[in-house]
C-alpha cells in the first residue's frame, strides 16, 4: 500500500520553488533539488536541549552543529573545532580541570553573523539555567564555568577533574546554539521560546525554511555554509507521522521518498521491501536497546499530574521477586528472531557495547526460564489461592498495563510478553500509544515516555558516544522526570539507589580507559540485577535509501544525518 495521496499532498504544500533536478545542472549547492527524508516519528520541536527524543535531536542536526562528533566507527572528529583536545595536545589541562575547544575560523552562522566563543559560553549557561527544563543538563555535568580569553577560543572549566571531559558539545544532543537568537530565552522562559525552538538559526548546511511540529518540516540549503559547493540538495523536505511500514514502502517500494528512518520491521517484511530493488537497506550497531522500564512508583491516575519527586512506591513492581520473574519469563532469543533478524542481537546488558564496556555477569538472562519464575513468585508470597489464574499477595493482584509506542514489533512483543505473564500468573493489559505523542515533549499529555502512565513500558534509548558516562547517569535519583521540574529527566522508572550515584560520581572522577569500563560495567550490573530494567535485543539502527541517493554513512554513534552536507543524487 502506498503512501496516502493526500500525506503525501500535505508534505509537498511545505515545498517551494526548487533549483533545478538532478542531471539537469552541474553539481554543486543546491544542484540536485529536493531531498526528501521521512521521520515516522515527528519531530516536535528542533531544540535538542528541550528534547531527549531522538526524532527531534536528528531533525534539529540537520541546522545545529556540535564542536565535535561521532563518525560510523565511533571515533570522535572535530567539526566546528579545529581539532580534538587531547592532554597530548595541550587542550586538555594536567589536572583535568579544563578543556580547551578552539574554533574554526571563518565560521558564520546561517544570519551571516560570526559564531563566537560566547556562543559556545552561553550555550552552557542556557542549559545550565534553573528552570529551563533542560534535556542535556547531564552532558554538563561539573561544568563550572566557560572563559572566553578571546573570540575563538572557549575554556570549559570543572569543579573536579574530568578525566573524559567530552561530555558537552561532543555529538548532536550538544550542539552549539546562537546567543543573539537564544538571550531572551534561559531559564523558565526557555518552553515559550516558540520562534527560537522550531526555528534556530545554526551553522549547519541546511537552515529551517517551514517547521509544523508533529507533521513536517522544510529546510533550504544555508547560503553561508563553511563548504563551498555543499549542500548539493537545495532543500530537503522532512516528512514526519505514519509509520514505519509507510516509511519503508515510500522508499522501497514507490520510490516516493529518499530515505526512511528508524523501519523497525520484521525481518520479513524489510526484505519483501527490499526485493522491489528501489532501495537499500541500511544498518549500523553501537548502544541501541530495546527495554522494558519497570515503573517502581504508584503511576499517576490518568488526568493527573501530581505524581511528585517522593512518589507512592507499587506495592508489586517494589518487589524486586515479581521485576525478577518478569524478565525470568521472557523469551529474548526468539523475540530479537521474529522482531528484528541480523538487525538484533540478544543482551542482558542496558551498555552491550563497546566490547570492554560490555559485561558477562547477566549472560543468563537469554534463556527463558518460566517455571524459575514461577517458584520464585511463590517463594515470594505471590500465589493464586482462589484459582483464577492471577496470582496475589495481601489482597493485591498482580494485575500490569503495558504500553509501548504503537509499531509493529513491538505490538508482537506485548502480545508474546503477555502470554508469557499469563503463565506465570501475572495479568496484563496491553496499550500502545502513537508514537508521535509517546516520544514527544508535550508536558500536557499525559501518554508521553515521561509520564510513564502504566507499569511497564518498551522502547529503546543509547549512549550518543564509546563512554557511556552520561547515558548512565540517566538512571540517577535526580534525573527522575516529575511535575516540579518540568517531567524532563531519563530515569522514567523512577528508580534511585544512593550507592548507584556514588559510584558514578566515582566514574566521573576515574581516568584510564580499562578503570572507566570496569566502572561502567559495575553501573550496568546494578541497574540489571535489581530488574530497574530489561534489557531485552542489542539493535542495530535501521534505515532505508532510494537507489540514486549517494553518499549516506550510516551512523549509529551519531545522527544519521550527521554528514548530510555529502549526500548527492546519483548521475548517469
Known sequence: MAMPARMIAAALSLCLPLPALAGDAPAGRGADGLL?????????????????????????????????????????????????????????????????????????????????SDDVKFTMEYCMTPGSGCAQQAKFRDVAAVDTPDALTAVLQFAVPR???????????TPVIQAAQFADCLGARAAACTEANFAPIGTGPFRVVNFRPGDAARFDANPAYRAPDAPAFGAVLLKGGGSAIAAGRAVLETG???????????????????????????????????????????????????????????????????????????????????????????????????????????????VQDIPGARALLSDAGWTDDDGDGIRARDGRELRFTFQTST?????????????????????TDLRNIDPSVFFSTDTGNQDTLQKFGAHVQMYASASDGTDPEAYLSGWACDDIPHARNGWQGRNVGGWCDPAYDTLLDRLSVTAGPDDRAALARRLNDMLVQSYAVLPLVDRGRVSAHSNTLEGVRMNAWDSELWNIADWHRSRP
Not at 530493488?277 to 553501537?286: E, L, W
Not at 493527573?304 to 525470568?328: C, E, F, K, Q, Y
Not at 509499531?407 to 495479568?427: P, S, Y
Request: hydrophobic share 40%; net charge negative.
Open 36 to 116: 526528501r527524508l521521512y521521520y515516522w516519528q515527528a519531530p516536535s520541536t528542533l531544540n535538542p536541549y528541550l528534547s531527549g527524543g531522538v526524532k527531534d535531536v536528528e531533525a534539529a542536526s540537520l541546522v545545529l552543529e556540535p564542536l565535535a562528533r561521532l563518525d560510523p566507527d565511533g571515533e570522535m572528529i572535530p567539526w566546528l573545532a579545529r581539532e580534538i583536545p587531547t592532554r597530548e595536545n595541550g587542550g586538555i589541562a594536567p589536572d583535568l580541570r579544563s578543556i580547551t575547544w578552539q574554533l574554526r575560523s571563518g565560521l558564520t552562522w546561517s544570519d551571516g553573523t560570526p559564531v563566537t
Open 163 to 173: 578525566p573524559h571531559p567530552y561530555g558537552p558539545f561532543v555529538g548532536p544532543q
Open 256 to 366: 516516493e521518498f529518499d530515505y526512511a528512518w528508524n523501519l523497525q520491521l520484521s525481518p520479513d517484511v524489510l526484505s519483501a521491501m527490499a526485493a522491489k530493488d528501489n532501495g537499500q537497506v541500511v544498518t549500523a550497531f553501537s548502544t541501541l536497546v530495546e527495554r522494558m522500564a519497570l515503573n517502581l512508583p504508584e503511576p499517576a491516575p490518568r488526568g493527573s499530574s501530581t505524581r511528585g519527586p517522593n512518589p507512592i512506591p507499587h506495592p508489586a513492581m517494589a518487589d524486586i521477586a515479581v521485576r525478577r520473574a518478569l524478565s525470568m519469563a521472557l523469551d529474548r532469543t526468539l523475540m530479537t528472531q521474529i522482531g528484528y533478524g541480523t538487525a538484533g542481537r540478544v543482551t542482558c546488558n542496558i551498555v552491550p557495547g563497546p566490547s570492554a564496556y560490555a559485561s558477562r555477569a547477566n549472560d543468563g538472562c537469554a
Open 407 to 427: 509499531n509493529a514489533v513491538r505490538q508482537d512483543f506485548q502480545v508474546l510478553a503477555k502470554e508469557w505473564w499469563r503463565q506465570i500468573g501475572i495479568e
